[in-house]
């Protein structure tokens, strides 16, 4: 097997094979004219649980860059807290010719298991800012690994990133079809535009790092107008059906937007 990494919910900035690296409420009127507005007090972001999240599944939306600003500026915003949580996948095959996937090949990315986590967001809200961040933990995967928000690549196992497409604001997108039979991939930690990260290297246990601040938000969701808003994982192996495609441990995100309706 080769020790190469490919990885992955949105500026180009690289990690370091060990480390880390880092990419107003509207106010009231008052009853006396002599008096200036009065900020009212922050509202506690409001938690939704993943069961809660699937009710609302396929309703979810983002604004242009342009329109952040001045959209937000007129309206009251408040704040709430998605729990996002993608599984781990110790059971599933890597599934070797099937589909547009290659046979088995030693070195080779030959297979993939591609999954979407909806980040489900009322249409009603229109987002101001967004910060996600995950739970830093230790985790292993194989043989590579790539984290997505709607194609962009957020976060990804190898810094080479001319197997990605070219999208938005320095953002590249995910195609299978480019990076299928790659090999001999340098096994490095890629973040994208603005976002904090780290990954361990294939095959390795160490630990995963990974936020997404609200500074960034507006140059993530531009590209996204009108879009559903989902996290995608996609990992791959060459030729060993009994430790490709694994990731052994769950993956928990705490999403905190602003929005105004």
């Known amino acids: 097997m080769f020790h190469s990494t490919l990885g992955l919910l949105i500026m180009l900035v690289s990690c370091n094979p060990n480390g880390v690296f880092n990419g107003g ?22 938690a939704v649980t993943p069961e809660e999240n699937k009710a609302s599944a396929g309703d979810a939306t983002a604004i242009g860059a342009a329109d952040f600003a001045k959209l937000c500026a007129s309206g009251v915003k408040k704040s709430r807290l998605v729990v996002l949580d993608i599984p781990a996948n110790t059971g599933s095959k890597c599934p070797y ?36 961040e995950a739970t830093k933990q230790l985790m292993r995967y194989d043989d590579h690994l790539v984290l997505t928000l709607n194609k962009n690549v957020v976060l990804a196992s190898t810094t080479e990133v001319s197997l990605f497409a ?21 096994s490095m930690s890629y973040c994208g535009p603005g976002i904090l990260c780290a990954l361990p290297r294939t095959e390795v246990e160490g630990d995963f790092v990974f936020s997404i601040s609200d500074a960034a938000s507006p140059k993530i969701f531009a590209p996204l107008v009108d879009s559903d808003l989902k996290f995608g994982l996609i990992l791959t192996g060459d030729n060993n059906p009994d ?9 928990k995100f705490s999403v905190v937007y602003e929005y105004v309706e």
């Not at 999954?115 to 249409?123: A, E, Q, R, V, Y």
């Not at 430790?243 to 993956?251: G, K, P, W, Y």
């Open 166 to 186: 070219d999208g938005a604001n320095g953002f590249k997108q995910y195609d299978w079809s480019k990076i299928r039979g790659a090999g001999s991939l340098v």
């Open 243 to 251: 430790t490709d495609c694994q990731l052994n441990t769950s993956l």
């Open 97 to 132: 010719g099937q589909g547009d996937n290659l046979g088995m090949m030693e070195g080779k990315i030959t297979a993939r298991i591609e999954k979407d986590f909806p980040l489900d967001i009322p249409k009603s809200h229109k987002i101001c800012s967004m910060k996600a």
């Open 25 to 46: 409420p509207s106010s009231e009127r008052s009853s006396f004219a002599t008096e200036k507005p009065k900020d009212p007090p922050p509202k506690a972001p409001v």
